[in-house]
């Protein structure tokens, strides 16, 4: 099995890396049959993006040298690849935004957690909402809105009292963030395969942001999220506490 190793540029992840090229012979991220990716949560997404850059994405392995590690394995620099043969797979597959701003410029990025609308300025967002081409919500007045997928719904999502999804999920939530009418909408969840419309009310009184996970789109008026299932991205996991359990457990955290 060849290995590739990524870092991020944290003190600690270099250390960590350091450590690990001085145990195992690691090849380019071309020649390699997995990734290993150094650092936090973020840095992972980071590697993930990078990785569908290419038609053939790498499985990944991550390893937790940064705050969180939602998504990481434990760190150790023992039986490495060992690890990496007994290791459990899950495949993701990324939201695709397509978000066209006020000016007419259409820009589209993938998102891997969740694609996020949030106002730019003091004044509450007016969005409204159709699903497969349906209107479902005429105008939501909020700070924002997300769609995030069963990966992210821990993230973004949950913070913003969205629901937990379990990975075998085949749904979406669209979570709506500090709602003022309709006061007492907490969202929905959708299917996997919905395509899913934002209409910005207003939109150079109440400019609004479009993120797909760490990409903005600046004053957008029009945006359509929708799941790429063109794109599977693997994910390596130690089978004793892998990503389904921590989300499962998540449910159940106080």
């Known amino acids: 099995m060849k290995l590739a190793l990524m870092v991020s540029d944290s003190h600690v992840a270099r250390a960590a890396g350091d450590a690990l090229r001085e145990q195992y012979g690691f090849v ?3 020649e390699a049959d997995v990734v290993v990716a150094l650092g936090g949560d973020g840095f992972l997404l980071h590697c993930l993006h990078e990785a569908m850059r290419h038609e053939d994405p790498k499985p990944m392995f991550g390893m937790n040298r940064g705050t969180v590690g939602f998504l990481m394995n434990d760190f150790r620099q023992a039986a490495l690849q060992t690890r990496i043969a007994a290791a459990k797979t899950f495949v993701l597959h990324p939201l695709q935004m397509t978000a066209t701003t006020a000016s007419g410029r259409v820009v589209t990025s993938p998102a891997i ?7 730019e300025t003091r004044q509450a967002a007016k969005i409204g909402i159709a699903i497969d081409g349906k209107t479902r919500m005429e105008e939501l007045i909020c ?3 997300l769609v995030s997928t069963p990966a992210g719904s821990t993230a973004y999502n949950l913070s913003a009292n969205g629901p937990i999804l379990p990975l075998e999920a085949e749904l979406l939530a669209l979570t ?6 309709p006061r007492r909408w907490r969202g929905a969840l959708l299917p996997a395969a919905s395509q899913i419309a934002f209409e910005v009310r207003e939109a150079k009184k109440r400019p609004v942001s479009a993120v797909a996970d760490q990409m903005e789109v600046r004053d957008v008026a029009h945006v359509e999220v929708e799941m790429d299932r063109s794109i599977a991205l693997e994910l390596l996991f130690d089978p004793e506490y ?4 921590r989300i499962s457990l998540e449910q159940f955290a106080s």
Do not use: C, M, Q, T
């Not at 957690?113 to 106002?119: D, I, P």
């Not at 892998?242 to 359990?245: H, S, Y």
């Open 242 to 245: 892998a990503l389904d359990d």
């Open 28 to 30: 380019p991220v071309a």
């Open 143 to 145: 700070d924002g809105v």
């Open 176 to 181: 709506p963030i500090s709602p003022f009418r």
């Open 113 to 119: 957690n969740e694609v996020s609308l949030l106002r």
